[in-house]
């Protein structure tokens, strides 16, 4: 009985990764669009770098609202492991949690503070508001979440869009304002099409809106604000348009030149009126898949007087302090401070607008590497060594599945583990992944020294963890499809893909995987749903044939960071980040700059050389060249950093990670397993960089100096190895004797 559960688990975890997707296909469908205003003034600005200030354990993961109170304080909404609000101090430090387990909070979207300092917050998956008084309590809702019985029918929370336009429920809605006699404006939403006005008490007063482009129609009514005359302005997100509605919600103008508006943000507000100069600020954000075509025209804020006339434009699009990557909501009751809530780096800025300072260029391309010529393989011969079963766990804390391991300068060993399945939340209209994963410290010596990253939005199937030069932990987790830095504070410094909103569950229903090439032993991408596949894992979170890139092969992936399931990361001498995408649709690597920046991708699904099937692991040696796992093809492929192929050798099995040593000779460490549990074939090769094998050590199994999945190895020093285990639960401490 036990066998027969754990398998219907593992079949329904692999059809939750599998079809995973980024929106529901109900939605209005519209691009983001190049703003068509020209001749904008840029306005200098600087963001306060730090400002915002979490005690350890305490993070943020997308950052969907953030709003400024009268005294200064700022709250900030977001989606972490649940949805949570934070308030933080004037100087940016973390005070506490408001409303946390509340009925009301299931997926965030935005928060308000009135003229009273009351906060709102607004959530799309319950369809409800919140208001709280400045000390926390509950004062009113407005909405109502569904059954969760009721909802079930609608499992996985998908939805589609309804326009029922009924007083007291929302559909999915977005934001909301506040004019001066305290009325309430609601902007309703994904899957209606309107406007909802409230009085002060929450009593209904009137709606507009249908779906559609004409005057009084929206397509994704995504923000809104109001002015001290009253006027309500409506983000018509779809519709690349802020439409102007009187206080009575007749339409006045559309401002049509300022892009897809995400947020709008009026100064000076909410109240009480004062008499300084009000404006209008509008962000063209960078859609949240971060494509790298969008990056090119997109990410700017407006500053608009209110009447449409632009004053001028600041930021653009990107993951470096002072870019904007994808904000979904600002504050700008001081109209010279910014406070914008991000989504794809999971962090929230403080902007100052300055008079004068130069705008920085682009950066250039790297430049390729010298060519080198293949080397023939030999046998390998087998080496000694010896093995220590090496973590020490508290009471109650327990490792898992091993994703990855790896150690910094000063010898701290840091492990990122599968500690149970994700879950997936019902009864609200986003349900998404939770949970699965922890990331944790330990010293040199193996003793358990803390955990990073509670509660993180992407923490829910770790497939790989690797320490940069800088001693930045970085975790790769295939069912969120997210790469995450922290630094070595503890901090998320960088967030590279994005988590699926919603996942597509049909009970009673086989699970079904794209097609792909067969791996021959389940240990690459191709897996079927519900087969291990890389290092242990489940199905992956899908990517449909609109997210390929045009004119591109099959599982050559869309330019940017939309990972489907990557395995893994590294980095160059000049701190380009690559990474291993992966084992589910995408077959490519992808590179960006040291700042998150998307420069180039290469390959597809195939056979041919720089093509994968299951791109698995990543090693950059001293002169650039990027060594590729090539699991389903059994072979590690080379390349220069501009991802022109190089050289292929297939003489260790199937690889499923790879470690490349530090030293004057630079040697490479390669696990192979030959069946899908590492308990049949298994061993860890050394290998010089022209291929040549030059020794190997273990076999398959579950006693020490064995290995059950090796699928993760750190390799600092060249004679003492961190090897992680998937199907052992363990890291052992390898020392090699010469």
């Known amino acids: 009985m036990e066998t027969m559960t754990r398998r219907v688990l593992f079949s329904f975890l692999a059809a939750v990764f599998i079809v995973g997707i980024g929106g529901s296909a109900t939605q209005p469908v519209a691009g983001q669009t190049r703003a068509t205003a020209t001749d904008v003034t840029v306005i200098p600005h600087e963001a306060v770098a730090n400002f915002f200030k979490n005690p350890p354990g305490i993070y943020t993961g997308e950052n969907m609202g953030i709003a400024t109170s009268s005294t200064g ?92 336009n009924a007083k007291y429920r929302f559909g999915r809605q ?26 002060k008490d929450g009593r209904f007063v009137k709606a507009v809106g249908t779906r559609g482009n004409g005057m009084l129609q929206f397509n994704t009514p995504h923000s809104i604000a109001t002015d001290f005359q009253g006027n309500v302005y409506v983000g018509d997100r779809g519709n690349a348009r802020v439409q102007v509605l009187d206080n009575d919600l007749n339409w006045k103008a559309n401002y049509t030149n300022v892009g897809n508006p995400w947020a709008v943000c009026v100064s000076g507000g909410p109240g009480p009126r004062n008499p300084g100069k009000q404006y209008l ?20 804020v407006y500053k608009m007087e209110l009447n449409g006339a632009i004053v001028g434009k600041f930021g653009r699009a990107g993951k470096a302090v002072g870019e904007f990557a994808t904000i979904h909501q600002m504050d700008c009751r001081d109209p010279n401070v910014i406070y914008t809530a991000e989504i794809n780096d999971w962090r929230a800025q403080k902007i100052l607008l300055k008079n004068t300072d130069p705008v920085a260029a682009r950066p250039g391309p790297v430049p390729a590497n010298p060519s080198r010529s293949p080397v023939p393989a030999e046998s390998a011969t087998d080496a000694s060594f010896d093995s220590v079963d090496l973590l020490k766990m508290p009471n109650e804390i327990f490792v898992g599945e091993v994703g990855g391991v790896g150690a910094n300068s000063k010898g701290q060993i840091f492990v990122y583990t ?27 010596n193996g003793k358990f020294v803390r955990e990073l990253g509670q509660d993180v939005y992407g923490f829910n199937a770790a497939i790989g963890l690797r320490v940069d030069p800088q001693d930045n932990v970085w975790t790769i987790d295939e069912a969120a499809s997210q790469v995450v830095k922290f630094d070595t504070e503890g901090r998320v410094a960088l967030v590279l893909g994005r988590k699926p909103e919603a996942i597509n569950v049909r009970p009673n229903q086989p699970a079904t995987a794209p097609a792909s090439p067969s791996t021959g032993s389940g240990q690459a991408g191709g897996a079927t749903a519900g087969q291990a596949s890389g290092g242990g894992g489940g199905g992956g979170a899908a990517q449909t044939g609109a997210g390929r890139g045009g004119g591109r092969a099959s599982g050559a992936g869309t330019p940017g960071s939309s990972f489907s399931r990557p395995t893994d990361v590294a980095w160059d001498r000049a701190g380009n980040i ?36 299951g791109v698995k692991a990543l090693a950059i040696d001293s002169q650039g060249n990027v060594y590729v796992a090539d699991a389903g093809n059994k072979r590690i492929q080379v390349f220069d950093a501009e991802g022109v192929f190089k050289t292929q050798f297939g003489n260790v099995g199937t690889p499923l990670t790879m470690c490349m040593t530090r030293g004057t000779t630079q040697v490479l460490y390669v696990s192979h397993a030959g069946d899908e549990d590492g308990m049949d074939d298994a061993a860890i090769y050394k290998v010089q960089l022209d291929g040549k094998v030059i020794g190997k050590f273990g076999s398959a199994g579950k006693l020490l100096k064995q290995f059950g999945l090796a699928n993760s190895i750190d390799c600092r020093n060249e004679n003492e190895l961190l090897i992680g285990e998937m199907t052992n639960w363990r890291v052992q401490r390898i020392t090699l004797k010469k």
């Open 73 to 164: 304080s700022i709250y900030v909404y977001h989606r972490a492991n649940e949805t949570r609000l934070f308030e933080y101090s004037k100087d940016g430090v973390f005070v506490r949690e408001i409303g946390r387990n509340n009925y009301g909070f299931a997926f965030a979207h935005s928060v308000r503070v009135d003229a009273q300092d009351n906060i709102w917050a607004v959530d799309e998956g319950t369809d409800m508001l919140v208001k709280f008084s400045p000390a926390g309590k509950v004062l009113m809702t407005i909405g109502r979440r569904e059954d969760p019985v009721d909802m079930l029918v609608n499992m996985p929370g998908a939805g589609s869009f309804h326009g029922r």
């Open 281 to 300: 600020y509008v962000s063209n954000s960078w859609q949240d898949s971060a494509p790298a075509a969008g990056a090119e025209f997109t990410g700017e």
């Open 418 to 444: 599968r500690t149970g399945h994700p879950y997936a939340t019902l009864g609200d209209n986003r349900t998404f992944l939770r949970n699965g994963s922890r990331l944790f410290q330990f010293d040199q």
């Open 174 to 199: 977005t934001d909301v304002a506040f004019d001066q006699q305290g009325n309430i404006f609601v902007s309703d939403g994904y899957f209606d099409a309107r406007v909802v006005k409230y009085d």
């Open 578 to 613: 690559y990474i291993a995408d992966g084992i589910a649709n995408n077959n490519r690597v992808a590179k960006f700059d040291k700042d998150g920046r998307f420069i180039k991708h290469w390959g597809s699904t195939g056979a041919e050389p720089g093509q994968f099937n």
